[in-house]
């Protein structure tokens, strides 16, 4: 996995957040945010990935309550400044399923797009904003965020 840009600024070349902290950049992100646009969340089970996207989603304007779409694969939610899709592709088992949820069209629509475990995608995935969340060593508690 290649890893994305460190947010500029940022001490010792990351960004180290806890919990609060994260879900208050993911709100700023999603306020800012410009559909159509496809944002990538990458890390391991458990660093954050779901919790960024509810953050994001919030920003943007999504009122409904954000879950993790692993099981469907896809929820699509409705925000006054475009349609939102939650994309998590860690069930897929190769590229030629993308075809079946839809993906060509949902990845080049005027929405907001954001995709869990991007690197399922493969050369499907169109250009995009990737984000990923790492373990704070030796603190369970944080998270090192790149972007870009």
Not at 54 to 63: F, K, L, P, R, T
Request: with cysteine.
């Amino acid at each position: 996995m290649t890893r994305p840009l460190v947010p500029a600024l940022a001490a010792d070349s990351r960004l180290v957040l806890d919990e609060e902290e994260l879900r208050q950049w993911g709100i700023r992100f999603g306020q800012a945010a410009v559909a159509p646009l496809v944002v990538t969340l990458s890390g391991d089970l458990g660093a954050g990935k779901t919790t960024l996207a509810q953050a994001i989603c919030a920003g943007y304007g999504v009122s409904d309550a954000v879950t993790s779409p692993t099981y469907a694969l896809v929820q699509e939610y409705l925000s006054p400044r475009s349609v939102v899709y939650h994309i998590d592709l860690y069930r897929l088992e190769s590229e030629k399923q993308l075809t079946n949820i839809g993906w060509d069209e949902i990845v080049s629509g005027n929405g907001l797009v954001i995709i869990e475990w991007p690197e399922r995608a493969g050369e499907r995935l169109p250009p995009h904003v990737p984000i990923a969340l790492e373990y704070e060593p030796g603190d369970p508690t944080r998270r090192i965020l790149l972007a870009g």
